[in-house]
Structure formats: C-alpha cells, structure tokens
C-alpha cells in the first residue's frame, strides 16, 4: 500500500465529509492501492482543531493554510472553505505544486473560476471538483444508457434542485447571503450541479440559457456567532440585505441540438432536498430523484422497459433499484435494495481524486467542468439581468 499525505482546509461539515471519505479508501478501493494519511488540518477555530486531532485522527491541526501548504508530508489537500476563500487558497495550493480536490463553486465567478483552472493547468497538478451527484450509481448508468443510444437522440432534458436549508426568515445572514463572498446565491451554490449533471449525463455542453431569479427573503437577522453548516447559528435583533439569489429558472440549449430547462431555490418550503434529472429522448426516457438515490425510472422502447410501444396497456415507467450493475454500487453494498447515502458518493469523488494523482488517470470531476459549469452559471445571471438569451463560453 502506497501511504498518501492529506490536508484538509477548513474542517467545517464539508471538510469533515473529505476527512471520513479519504479515510474509508482502502476498504472500497482496495485495488489503487493507496492509504490516505490524515497528516494536518486547517481551522481558525480552536474547536475545530481539537476535532481533526481527537474525533478525525489528523496528527496535527493548525490555524493557517500556509502551514498545510508548507509541510512536505502533505502530496493532496482538500480545499473546503467558504466560497470566497477558495480562489486564494487554490491558487496557493497549485503555486505550492499540490493537487487539490476543491468544492463546487469552484470560484466566486467565471473569472475567479478560470484562475483557479489556469493556475492548476501551468503547475500541471490533478484537480476534483465537488459534483457528488454524477457519482451516483443510478445517474451513472443513466449517462451509459444515453452514450450506447438506448434512448435515442436526447431531444429534451429537465433538472431541478430545489431544497429550503434558507427558508425561515429568521436564518442567520451569513456570508452565502454576500454576493462578494458567496457570488450567486443558489446559482451557484446548487444550480451548478444541475449544469454539470446535464453535461455529464448528455455529454452535451449548455451553449445558450435564457433565465429569470429572485430574492424571496430580503433580510436576515445578522448572526452573533460562528457555526457548522447552515445551523448553529445564533442571531442578533439586527437585519441585514440578502444579496444573491433564493431562486431561478433556466432554459437552456445543448451542442448536441437538445433543450434543457434547469431550476433551483434555497427556499422551497417542504424540499429538503428535491434533486432530480429527467432525460427524453426519441427512443425512451429515464428519470432519478436524489430523495430516492438509489433507484431510477426508465421507459425503453426497445421493451426493457414496461409494456413498450404506446399502444401497449402497460405502456410506462419501470422503477429499478440500484445494484451492483450500476456504476460503483458493488463497492458499498451486496445486491439491489440495500441504499448508498451521500457520503458514499463523496468516497467515490475521493478515491478518483487520488487515482488521478498517483495513477495518471482522468476520473474525477475537475476544474475544467468547475469552468464550465461557472460560466453556466454566470451567463444564467447575465440572462436574469438582461431578460435576453446569452451565450455560454466553452472553456
């Protein structure tokens, strides 16, 4: 087993997920051969610090990413930070020759975006980017349903991701309501996996989008006090202006000559996390919620699904449970009906990270479709502006 020295920037919810995900490697992927090593975490909290060292396993925590960087026992780092830190570090972290696995947005904006791409490709060090969903099982065999021409030619595509982790009034104004820090509200903060999972799935780039978004919640109680997440927060009797978007709706056209419609909110009362991916295509169509991960609908004309032609009495869906046919299900589990969860996808995201690095491959999401799914995202915001159609620049 080759060891692999890790640091993790910010350990927050998300870096937590990296942390366990790197750790559970060897077990799920046992055939790369590698074994990832909890070298150093960055925290400005104190608290957080004591959890890498006592509940994480690190062997050291300190306040600065300087310090990560610095240390030459660290060969990959996670780059979990809030969103207005990330260009800075990323650019750090490629100066420093470090490959990194970094959250989704990857930038603030398109601009901040292609730095942190352009600063990655000079140093030539792998990156990943953090779209968990196309790792799914279930999706994964979508997008293999589409590239054999199962379906036919994709004429229309639908995404939503719809959750209310914003929707009391009564949220703390933290900095993913800032526009500086946090850029595009839910554009970027969920939006931007619709548009990855629409090229991923369809292997069509969006190269057009016509958009409209709103603030629904105009001001938030300004908070008193750090937290984890988006809870633990407490709050002040002052309120604050939200700056970016609760909620906005796309249409979109493909390279491929399909349409696609995307939507997305932060403050859908009852969504907790209402992810979903329609695919409609001349020979059939498929469809997946992330509320059910773990199974998937079809309907082929080529009689795998039910019934068939339209004529037929059963003409429809066919629900099929996730297995060990589909994508990296065999890793986590024995046979159809036992569930993946969210983590599970991250481990994926992990360990092609880290086969990337050490083993040349090209697995992982990286920061070309964390571009192109930025400058989705920004022309989606020019659009709402604009009330026009705007092209999309492929990276």
Not at 210 to 218: G, K, L, R
Not at 227 to 233: D, K, L, Q, R
Not at 358 to 386: F, I, K, M, W, Y
């Amino acid at each position: 087993m080759q060891d692999i020295g890790i640091g993790v920037i910010s350990l927050g919810w998300m870096g937590r997920l990296h942390s366990t995900s790197y750790q559970r490697i060897p077990s799920r992927f046992p055939e790369l051969g590698l074994r990832p090593r909890l070298v150093v975490a960055a925290d400005p909290l104190e608290a957080n610090q004591l959890a890498a060292t006592e509940q994480f396993g690190f062997e050291k925590a300190v306040a600065s990413i300087d310090e990560v960087l610095a240390d030459p026992d660290v060969e990959a780092v996670s780059i979990c930070s809030p969103n207005f830190l990330h260009r800075d570090f990323a650019i750090k972290a490629a100066a420093a020759g470090k490959p990194f696995w970094i959250e989704k947005p990857m930038g603030v904006s398109a601009a901040q975006s292609r730095e942190i791409h352009d600063a990655a490709a000079a140093a030539r060090v792998a990156t990943a980017v953090g779209f968990n969903y196309r790792h799914a099982p279930a999706v994964q065999h979508l997008r293999s349903l589409v590239a054999d021409g199962r379906l036919g030619r994709i004429t229309n595509v639908r995404c939503w991701l719809n959750a209310d982790y914003a929707s009391s009034p009564d949220g703390a104004l933290t900095w993913r309501y800032d526009r500086e820090k946090a850029g595009s509200g839910v554009i970027g903060d969920l939006l931007s996996h619709g548009a990855d999972l629409v090229k991923y799935v369809t292997g069509q780039h969006i190269e057009e989008v016509t958009a409209t978004s709103d603030i629904f919640i105009p001001e938030r109680p300004i908070p008193t006090s750090a937290g984890v997440g988006h809870g633990g927060i407490e709050v002040g009797e002052e309120r604050g202006p939200v700056q970016n978007e609760d909620w906005v709706a796309a249409l979109s056209r493909l390279s491929g000559g399909a349409h696609a419609t995307l939507e997305s909110s932060r403050v859908a009362r009852g969504h907790r996390s209402d992810y979903a991916l329609e695919l409609f295509g001349t020979e059939g169509s498929a469809r997946w919620s992330f509320t059910r991960m773990n199974e998937f609908e079809v309907m082929l004309s080529d009689g795998e699904g039910a019934g068939g032609g339209s004529s037929s009495t059963e003409h429809g869906y066919t629900t099929v449970l996730a297995g060990p046919g589909h994508g990296d299900y065999a890793r986590f589990q024995p046979g159809p009906g036992i569930p993946m969860s969210f983590d599970d996808l991250k481990t994926i995201e992990a360990a092609e990270f880290l086969s990337d690095i050490a083993h040349g491959t090209h697995l992982a999401p990286n920061a070309a479709d964390g571009l192109a799914a930025a400058e989705v995202c920004e022309a989606v915001v020019r659009s709402a502006a604009s009330r026009a159609w705007e092209t999309v620049p492929r990276p």
